[in-house]
């Protein structure tokens, strides 16, 4: 019974942010260009708005938030799309050495995995997605996140006709142009999917 209270909670959440936020059609997802950093929003790990995160010590932590709306920048691809609202995502440093975080032109690489029968699959885009073009000159720099430093992100939720977990993944780097270390993984939450995604 808890748990089929829990799961209409859940549900009846992603539908109330559905309504307050337009969501991506699934065709125009772009895996390449799906999460968008904050840089104006400069927290702390006490900040009240973390509240509601476990914090683990000495780690490195991926959080996501999906019932916290926030606003894309202005400047934003998704703004075109009518699209002006996604949930956020928090990278926080809680241990006592800077960390470097594998990324491709100072972009942070994310990838975003839902979970289908019975594994996790690391979302693509769409085959009839456009795309970003990244040319021959792309580079790589160290991107760190000093001690107690909190970055934040936001994405936006997709529509579908399938109810699954997801999760994001990042990758931590031991320096410059070495390869990625062990998977950072998010928490788990809930959200849309299309089957025909994954065929």
Known sequence: MKTHILIFYLINSIIINAQESKCIDYQSYTSSYDVEQIHSEKLKINSSELKDIKLQDNKLQLAVISN?????????????????????LFI?????????ISN??????????????NRWHTISSFKKATNVIRCGNSYLVDKIIKPEE??????????GSTTSKFRFVIHKKGGFQKKPSSPIYSNE?????NEQWLN
């Open 189 to 193: 939450f809930v959200g849309y999917f």
């Open 150 to 159: 909190v970055m934040t992100f936001v994405a936006p939720c997709i529509n």
């Open 92 to 100: 926080i440093n809680n241990t006592y050495e800077d960390i470097n």
């Open 104 to 117: 491709i032109d100072g972009l942070i690489t994310f990838s975003r995995q839902v979970y289908y029968n």
């Open 68 to 88: 916290s709306l926030t606003s894309f920048s202005k400047w934003s691809k998704y703004r075109t799309s009518g699209i002006n609202k996604g949930f956020k």
